[in-house]
């Protein structure tokens, strides 16, 4: 089969009538295993190459505006690499031209070379018109924004103007919805932030030139995208690979077939109810190592999936952040708590001066008050708090044994 190379990522060619390959038989525990080692989660590779390494394995980060502890963006390394200094996540992130920003399974920061793969999407936007998110927005709206652009260099939409139209939070500005326009089309690019504002630049300026005249076609960048999320996901059914790149109607329906041809091979997974297919990498060689213990949060590429979520580790979780207050059960920001390779209970963390408070602590069982008070110390380490203080513990019964295993840290 003849393969090539787009943006980095090797993709086999569209088979043309062969006989699909013998579907490989996994038990849960074995697809569960192959999924945290593939996320960075379970044995030493997830440590490789620092967070530029943990990017390019995972192949999109979640960005998103909540933060508890950190910014969810900063939790994704820090539960695969520990307490790695948050200087060091902004400027692997933004500091060496490595990334940009664009739409993934949502806003995502992404892998340089990753570019031409999402040209689908770009096509996509720029067939749907000029004003799509907003009626009546004319073209040369976006034309002197990128007037601006080719003059002043890079800006961020504060600099072109200014981000807000008044009202609401969510409502922008003339000139914030026409530089987003262009970034959904591909006519300016976001590649580093300031202050956590995007910073909007020209893809002929921020862009290597090589990825520039790179160009594959939409079935091109499909397959070479599902391989990305297979080998991220490690074990996937159609639906998760669909959910990972946000597929619409027309593209997800193929996504078996993109899947067979970037290489991923099927599987079945006992007790689930979707054929599944797998990165053959993975299936190579026997799953080994440390698991991490960590808390992760609700955007982390392990769980952003809830159906997925629930169906390997049995374990529902629900990001409450936008439900009326009186009617969480377990917090604002849940973040779960991963212990022995198992979703083991979950933290609804929040900062006080140097004091880590956890507002709501829920336990799976007994067995996870070590590794939550472990988790707990550690966050609260890596974000410079001296102490942890607990409010609400469910099951009650649990609250003595955790502030005593928390004592027993700071002894």
Known sequence: ?????????????RPDGPEPPTEIELSADEARRIVLRAQGLLGADGRRDGVGGMLRRLGAVQLDTISVLARSHELVPYARLGAVGRDRVESAYWGDGGTFEYWCHAACLLPIEHWPLYGFRRRAWDARGWGWRRDGLPREAGDRVLARLREEGPLT???????????????WSEVKVAVERLLDRGEVVCVRRTGWRRVYDLPERALPAELLRTDPDDEECLVGLVGIAGRSLGVATRADLVDFLRLRQG??????????????????????????FADPAQLSTPVRGR????????FDSLIWD???????????????AYVPKPERVHGYFAMPLLAGGRLAGRVDPAREGRTLVARQVSLERASAVQPMATALREAADWVGCDNVALEHVTPHSLATPLKSALATLDA
């Open 157 to 171: 939409a504060t600099q072109l103007g200014g981000a807000k139209a008044g009202g609401p939070w969510w409502s």
């Open 1 to 13: 089969m003849a393969s090539s190379s787009l943006g980095g990522v090797t993709t086999a060619a």
């Open 306 to 320: 809830r159906a997925r979520t629930e169906r390997i580790f049995r374990f529902v979780h629900r990001l409450e």
């Open 291 to 298: 698991h991490r213990t960590t808390l992760l949060s609700p």
């Open 251 to 276: 593209h997800s329906e193929r996504v078996p077939e993109f899947a067979v041809a970037a290489g991923l091979v099927p599987v079945s997974v006992a007790g689930w109810k979707a054929p599944a």
